[in-house]
């Protein structure tokens, strides 16, 4: 069995829309993160990091992975899906889904910060963190001009990189006048088992969306 220990925050989407898209079975541990449930002894054993998502695979001896990135090349190259085996294919979606990991996520993460739960408005990191995000956005435009996908078929490269686009409005970062990027993003959106693994660990009602969203974000600034 696997267990996937997460929160409600793109890294930890990455790796629900992989174990979604492929239809295994798998235990959902939530970890608060406005109570820094992450940071505690026994969540730190398994990931010495103190962030999500860790995934524990009970069949192996409960082998603890931590990392999102490690861990969607851990569940592609298990289940035999969205990672090429080829050496070029597999570079490929690699070579994306590390450009997510070192660029998209922390300069969309950072640009969600500045604008969202920093307690000064700094005019000019923020403009930095969405100018860049931006920059990022017109990277993923120029290369879906002419590809359906980042990196060949649809991969993990593909499930990495949407769960971030998808907090564009969140980070005040502008998606409309990237035409590709759209259409990528709708198509991913479209998706039944990619809607399953944005539900997990559990959706928050509208109501409380703001909220929770802005108590989760302080206490990852924190």
């Not at 959902?28 to 695979?57: A, C, F, H, M």
């Not at 861990?71 to 050496?87: C, H, N, Q, S, V």
């Not at 944005?198 to 108590?215: C, G, I, R, S």
Request: with cysteine; hydrophobic share 45%; aromatic share 12%.
């Amino acid at each position: 069995m696997l267990e996937l220990l997460t929160s409600e925050t793109p890294n930890g989407w990455k790796v629900s829309v992989l174990l979604e898209g492929l239809g295994v079975a798998y235990k959902v541990t939530p970890i608060t993160l406005s109570k820094q449930e992450q940071k505690r002894d026994w969540y730190l054993k398994l990931n010495p990091n103190g962030r999500i998502p860790t995934l524990i695979d009970h069949e192996e001896g409960d082998f603890a992975i931590f990392e999102s990135g490690a861990i969607m090349i851990y569940l592609a190259e298990k289940f035999g899906r969205f990672l090429p085996t080829d050496a070029k294919g597999r570079s490929r979606v690699i070579q994306w889904l590390m450009w997510q990991m070192s660029g998209l996520g922390p300069m969309m993460g950072q640009a969600t910060v500045f604008n969202r739960y920093f307690p000064e408005k700094l005019p000019s990191v923020i403009d930095r963190y969405v100018r860049e995000s931006s920059r990022l956005f017109g990277v993923m435009d120029a290369r879906l001009a002419d590809n359906e996908f980042l990196a060949g078929d649809y991969s993990i490269a593909d499930m990495a990189c949407f769960t971030w686009v998808r907090g564009h409005d969140w980070a005040c970062v502008p998606i409309e006048p990237f035409v590709n990027l759209q259409r990528w993003f709708d198509a991913i959106a479209a998706r039944p088992a990619v809607q399953r693994g944005l539900l997990v660990p559990k959706p928050p009602e509208a109501a409380e969306f703001d909220e929770k969203t802005t108590h989760q974000g302080k206490a990852i600034l924190a």
